[in-house]
């Protein structure tokens, strides 16, 4: 599952939502152009501060709950 945020007319979101629709991939998407201006601003600072990212389309992958992330951890500390 993928959390793509995006804007209408940006052609990169558009490849990308092209891209997991007709791979059939399951996304959701927040659009930015359609929220407010103040909550626009919230998602460009948490996408900034957080990820350094300032461009759309922001693209995020779930992991999952606890069980996923403690063996994907598990499994990197192996590697290392």
């Known amino acids: ?3 793509l945020i995006t804007r209408t007319e940006c052609p990169y979101c558009i490849k990308v939502k092209k ?3 007709d791979s059939k991939t399951p996304h959701a998407v927040i659009n930015l152009d ?3 201006e103040e909550t626009q601003q919230q998602y460009r ?3 900034k501060e957080t990820f350094n990212h300032s461009t759309v389309p922001a693209v995020f992958k779930l992991v999952g709950g606890y069980n996923e992330l403690a063996a994907i951890e598990m499994n990197l500390e192996e590697l290392f």
């Open 19 to 21: 891209l997991l629709q």
């Open 34 to 36: 359609k929220e407010t």
């Open 1 to 3: 599952m993928y959390l």
């Open 45 to 47: 600072s948490m996408l």
